[in-house]
């Protein structure tokens, strides 16, 4: 995975034009650091590959090679009316129907994507704060 990852990154700062110093410099972190990322030295935590995807526009799934999709598969919508619920995981199961590619989902995955989506929303929060 993480030789994806850093084949993604370079792919991705290619893109964008940018040298790893001026990424680094958006990114608020040492070109060193940012340099590891891409060569596969070094692995980013969480918070700093959620800062990465959504610099350039992607999802974490994306960076680690668990989806070809760019983009967030959980739309934008999607997101603030789960944010806006503030219910039980039970009560959310029981009020929203949960389905991918037109196949319902196991109970174990509505509660990981239900985490899923309050971990994005602590990290927003957080990351928030921060700027």
Do not use: H, W
């Amino acid at each position: 995975m993480e030789k994806l990852l850093s084949q993604r990154l370079l792919a991705l700062r290619k893109e964008k034009k940018l040298t790893q110093q001026e990424i680094s410099k958006l990114l608020k972190m040492a070109r060193t650091t940012y340099s590891g990322y891409e060569n596969g030295s070094r692995e980013p935590d969480n918070e700093t590959l959620d800062k990465i995807a959504n610099f350039f526009g992607v999802s974490v799934d994306y960076l680690l090679g668990r989806t070809e999709q760019k983009k967030q598969v959980l739309s934008e919508s999607s997101r603030v009316l789960i944010d806006s619920l503030n219910l039980t995981d039970e009560e959310i199961m029981s009020r929203i129907k949960f389905e991918v590619d037109g196949i319902a989902l196991e109970e174990e995955d509505i509660i990981r994507f239900i985490a899923l989506v309050r971990t994005e929303r602590a990290m927003k929060k957080n990351r928030d704060k921060t700027e």
